[in-house]
């Protein structure tokens, strides 16, 4: 199983770890909801070091990524980030991705949901392995997130960082050595990523917490950005996207060219795009005290089963469950009154999704 | 698994999805055709974000988008309502609310 370099250091924060796919990752620090609300209300360092991370260079980077990928790889100006997703022959999703242009290297990110050697054996495909270095093993990946967060990058390494746009990527240096800073995140709040490596992780590590402690944030593990990404809407590959699978009932269009040169699974997805999607993935949400909103469980409309829930959390914003369902696309709209579970089961209701407004959107970085 | 043919369905859901379906189609339209966004209707799930990820619209588009719901519904964005661009989805929820506000007139 592969750990974090960082293991040590966040269980003696109090980090509880668990395996997730061939990883170990953070679970939680204890307390679900104050690791929720440190990113809402200032800002939460997470140890995002799950990630598979590889460098390639630019040639023949590119032509080796854009192969495998449902995103325009050559299409990425410098210094931006592409998100994009990775899937195997039949077209199911394996990873979300991240594509970095970065100074004559792509930095490769990637969410897999399936184990190391299987990923590897799906980036074979295009003859990966020879042109891609695997920066998992000796690099670590700091998540930084919150509403205050960008307070914390601007002190440590300057003004400058504020100018970065949403899914931009730059070199900085911490203690002297050279990291990819990433402006990102799935949260909705101001997000990034510090991909660093493994010599001064602990430093990195140490500084950051003590930065944001100072906010009044804290550490927060994976389940808390699970529950934060669902309220922000952004799409989490190891919930809804494992469970379904297919990237058009989830919406995923959005990544992938239809028009480019041929890519890993590309032929399968556009034939079932031609046909017609069948189902499409909504927001659901229940009143607080509803305990029935869970992940697998049946939806219900006019005494019939029309739906299942692919994905669930607590919003603590908006202090109710929420979930997705998977409907069949004469339904998949928001506004509309189910049940769950069974025909007389507890009211649940589809609605628009995001359900919340960040208050990172308040604020204008550029102005700061 | 619920068909939309079937005599299950109570008319008022019915009545709902008409009304709300009819205003996604509209705009989604709209939005394709102005933005020049190289997808079918179908493509665009109501939910994602317009701006950021997602679509990944910019600042331009943004006011686009405004001017497309004032063209397609009579409606005004207020300048400070940034939150209803979020998505396809909180922008008709947007257009939904004015026209009940007005009776329908909008």
Not at chain 1, 44 to 57: G, I, K, N, Q, Y
Not at chain 1, 90 to 118: H, K, T
Not at chain 2, 21 to 33: N, Y
Request: glycine fraction near 8%.
């Amino acid at each position: 199983m592969r750990s974090s370099p960082l293991k040590t250091q966040l269980a003696a924060a109090g980090a509880i770890h668990r395996e997730r796919h061939g990883v170990e990752i953070v679970s939680h620090l204890g307390d679900l909801r104050a690791e929720c609300r440190a990113v809402r209300e200032a800002a939460a360092l997470s140890d995002f070091s799950f990630l598979r991370v590889f460098s390639l260079p630019e040639n023949p980077g590119m032509d080796v990524l854009d192969a495998l990928l449902a995103g325009n790889v050559p299409k990425i100006r410098f210094g931006r980030i592409l998100h994009t997703f990775l899937a195997d022959q039949e077209g199911q999703l394996a990873a979300d991705c991240y594509v970095a242009n970065n100074d004559q290297e792509f930095v490769f990110l990637c969410e897999s949901i399936r184990p190391d050697a299987e990923l590897d054996a799906l980036l074979a495909a295009s003859g990966f392995a020879a042109a891609a270095r695997d920066l998992s093993a000796d690099h670590v990946v700091l998540s930084l997130d919150g509403f205050k967060s960008w307070e914390i990058v601007k002190k440590l390494f300057g003004a400058d960082v504020l100018g970065l746009p949403y899914l931009s990527i730059e070199n900085y240096s911490f203690a002297g050595t050279p990291i990819r800073f990433i402006r990102a995140g799935k949260t909705s709040e101001f997000g990034y990523l510090l991909l660093a490596p493994a010599g001064i992780a602990a430093q990195l590590f140490a500084a950051l917490k003590t930065e944001v402690e100072a906010l009044g944030g804290q550490l927060a593990g994976l389940d808390a950005h699970d529950a934060l990404r669902l309220e922000g809407r952004f799409f989490n590959i190891f919930r809804e996207g494992e469970r379904v699978r297919d990237p058009l009932p989830l919406g995923l269009q959005w990544m992938i060219d239809f028009e480019k040169d041929p890519f890993l699974g590309g032929e399968a997805i556009k034939q079932r795009r031609a046909a017609g999607v069948k189902q499409k993935v909504i927001g659901l949400s229940a009143e607080a005290g509803c305990g029935d909103l869970k992940t697998g469980a049946k939806i219900y409309s006019a005494g019939q089963p029309v739906g299942e829930v692919v994905a669930d959390g607590f919003s603590q914003v908006l202090n109710q469950p929420l979930a997705l369902g998977l409907f069949p696309v004469q339904l998949a709209f928001a506004g509309l009154p189910f049940q769950i579970n069974s025909p007389d089961g507890p009211a649940i209701r589809s609605i628009s999704m995001p359900p919340i407004m960040p208050r990172s959107l308040t604020v204008k970085l550029d102005e700061m | 698994m619920w068909t939309p043919t079937g005599a299950a369905a109570p008319q008022p859901l019915e009545q709902l999805i008409l009304r709300r379906g009819q205003v996604i189609d509209t705009f989604k339209r709209e939005l394709i055709r102005r933005l020049n966004l190289p997808y079918l209707p179908e493509d665009l799930h109501e939910d994602v974000s317009l701006l950021g990820s997602g679509l990944g619209l910019d600042s331009l588009d943004a006011l686009e988008i405004v001017l497309c719901v004032e063209t397609c519904f009579k409606i005004k964005i207020p300048d400070e309502n940034i939150s209803v661009l979020r998505s396809i989805n909180t922008v008709v929820d947007f257009v939904l609310e004015q026209r009940e506000k007005t009776g329908g007139q909008a």
